[in-house]
Each structure stands twice: as C-alpha cells, then as structure tokens.
C-alpha cells in the first residue's frame, strides 16, 4: 500500500487479454492498467511480447484464410517465440482456448 500513496509512484495495475464472441463475430479486447481498452484481430501482452506481436504482424494477412488448425499452430509459434531459450512448450506449460460461434467453452 505504501507504494501507492507516495508521490511520483504509480499504482500497481493489471492488463487483461479477453477473448469473446458475439452478433458481430470474434473479439479479442486488450485492457491496461491505465484503463484504456482495445479491440485486436490478434495480439500478445507482457514481458517478452514483442517477437510475439512480430510474428503475429508479419502472418496476420493469411489467418483469415487458415483453418482452426492453422490459427493454432500460428498462435503456439507466436508463444514459443516468446519462451526462454531452455523452455519448450508442452502441454504443462500451456493451455489453448478456443472462442467462437458453435464452441464451447
């Protein structure tokens, strides 16, 4: 709490990727710690993000096009890149949500 009350010292703050569906299709709504809110067609947030929005700009024109398969594969590539060099993903390390008309969650 201290942290917060002096002056010149920002307050501790969350960003969330939240993924839903509704009339209007697929959404992927980005929130930060300052309350700004956006909406994304594909993202990543945190340390290490970077080569993951990367990889996810320079792929972004073909995933209208992929199949769900696809888009799974693109979105683990885009994570791993994110991994430190002795980490590889495996099905401990990391969980897959699908969002979508017909899926449920």
């Known amino acids: ?55 996810l700009e320079k792929h972004f024109t073909t995933f209208s096009d992929a199949s769900l398969d696809e888009i799974v594969v693109h979105a683990l590539k885009a994570l791993s890149s994110t991994a430190a060099e002795n980490v590889k993903l495996n099905t401990l390390n990391t969980t897959i949500a699908i969002v979508g008309r017909d899926c449920p969650f």
């Open 1 to 55: 709490q201290r942290n917060i009350q002096n002056g010149g010292r920002r307050p501790y703050g969350v960003g969330l990727l939240i993924g839903g569906y509704d009339r209007q299709g697929a959404h992927l709504i980005q929130t930060s710690p300052s309350g700004d809110i956006y909406d994304y067609k594909a993202t990543a947030m945190g340390a290490r993000s970077q080569s993951a929005r990367t990889y």
